[in-house]
């Protein structure tokens, strides 16, 4: 299935998605300050620790995982033939692992992950120029 949009489409955040990340913003304010306390730990759902405050969870995640994954794929990247067949079965589940983790942890730079999402339903997401035609 193709899905057709103009640039803005994959870096509009609705204000919906503004209002929640301004929530968590704060709320990560106040748990860090210890003004809120959460009763149940945040899970990293790539090594399983856990972790009290929301942002040292995504601190441990871009200082360890990110850095992981950008290994795994360097060294996919430098392989050829078999042995980058062989790489690409082995860590398989880790990056797929990796990828889940990251949708719930990390925000995009720009937009809110419509394109990532588009992809991950099934869709090809490409670009129509905005100009009238």
């Not at 210890?34 to 009290?52: D, I, K, N, S, T």
């Not at 398989?92 to 394109?115: E, F, H, I, Q, S």
């Given at each position: 299935?193709?899905?057709?949009?103009?640039?803005?489409?994959?870096?509009?955040?609705?204000?919906?998605?503004?209002?929640?990340?301004?929530?968590?913003?704060?709320?990560?304010?106040?748990?860090?300050?210890?003004?809120?306390?959460?009763?149940?730990?945040?899970?990293?759902?790539?090594?399983?620790?856990?972790?009290?405050?929301?942002?040292?969870?995504?601190?441990?995640?871009?200082?360890?995982?990110?850095?992981?994954?950008?290994?795994?794929?360097?060294?996919?990247?430098?392989?050829?033939?078999?042995?980058?067949?062989?790489?690409?079965?082995?860590?398989?589940?880790?990056?797929?692992?990796?990828?889940?983790?990251?949708?719930?942890?990390l925000t995009p730079k720009v937009g809110y992950g419509l394109g990532d999402e588009l992809k991950r339903a099934g869709y090809w997401g490409f670009f129509?120029?905005?100009?009238?035609?």
């Amino acid at each position: 299935m193709v899905a057709y949009a103009n640039r803005h489409a994959f870096s509009y955040v609705p204000s919906a998605v503004r209002e929640q990340r301004k929530e968590r913003k704060l709320l990560n304010h106040l748990e860090n300050r210890g003004v809120v306390a959460r009763v149940e730990p945040y899970l990293c759902r790539v090594c399983g620790r856990r972790f009290y405050n929301n942002e040292k969870l995504i601190n441990h995640f871009k200082q360890i995982h990110e850095r992981e994954q950008a290994k795994r794929l360097n060294q996919i990247e430098s392989a050829r033939g078999k042995r980058r067949v062989k790489l690409v079965g082995k860590f398989a589940m880790k990056m797929d692992k990796y990828r889940n983790a990251a949708r719930d942890v990390l925000t995009p730079k720009v937009g809110y992950g419509l394109g990532d999402e588009l992809k991950r339903a099934g869709y090809w997401g490409f670009f129509i120029s905005s100009q009238s035609s």
